[in-house]
């Protein structure tokens, strides 16, 4: 939570701005900054058809009304910034190279071990049986899995007929995603047999009253 001034406050501790990106890499990293609760994890079998521990940690940033740009830029900058030197470290622990230098292979593989999680209001609840789908600027995620948009119809059906599934729900991470890639999953969706789609829109920083 960022209030009007711009301070920050995670987990109930007002922290510094010059502190957020580390505070922020330490839970991505799986470690609780003040040696507290560390994220959940849990076990993720990856494209590769590998299976790795996962942190099931997602961010929630919430503003004041009055909050400046700057600020909002400046804690999404950090944020970002986190998440990159998360992903680097562990391109350099698994594969020795640079993130940037990795096949779309290797990269896939780290970006499914070390998922982007920005979900800015928390007051949004995934039915527990529904197909969970975010459209993010890195691609489309069907249950946590990189899925191109043409196989969509296929990916949704094997898990319509596997797990039953009749209830789609779709995030949308990218502000500039085309209403028409909206439209053609839906359509694949439907095609795979999904009976109800919830589409929540852009999913964006949170305001609150200002007091």
């Known amino acids: 939570m960022q209030n009007r001034p711009g301070d920050i ?121 529904a197909l969970d789908i975010r459209i993010t600027k890195e691609g489309i995620f069907i249950d946590q899995k990189k899925c191109a948009l043409s196989l969509i119809e296929e990916r949704a059906k094997a898990l319509v007929q596997n797990k039953k599934r009749s209830l789609a729900e779709i995030r949308v991470l990218d502000p500039a995603i085309n209403k028409d890639v909206i439209k053609e999953i839906k359509r694949q969706l439907r095609n795979a047999g999904i009976k109800r789609i919830n589409y929540s829109g852009v999913m964006s920083v949170v305001e609150t009253p200002a007091k």
Not at 52 to 64: E, F, M, R, T
């Open 9 to 129: 406050l995670i987990n109930g501790r007002l922290v510094a701005k010059k502190d957020l990106k580390a505070i922020v890499k330490s839970f991505i990293s799986g470690k609780n900054y003040w040696n507290e609760a560390n994220p959940e994890t849990a076990v993720n079998k990856l494209n590769n058809g590998n299976s790795a521990k996962v942190n099931q940690l997602a961010i929630s940033y919430q503003v004041d009304r009055a909050t400046s740009k700057e600020a909002i830029a400046g804690s999404m900058q950090a944020i970002g910034k986190a998440y990159l030197e998360v992903r680097a470290e562990k391109a350099q622990e698994l594969f020795s190279k640079d993130y940037f230098q990795l096949s779309d292979a290797q990269q896939l593989e780290i970006d499914e071990r070390v998922p982007i999680r920005i979900a800015p209001f928390t007051a949004v609840k995934m039915s527990a049986n």
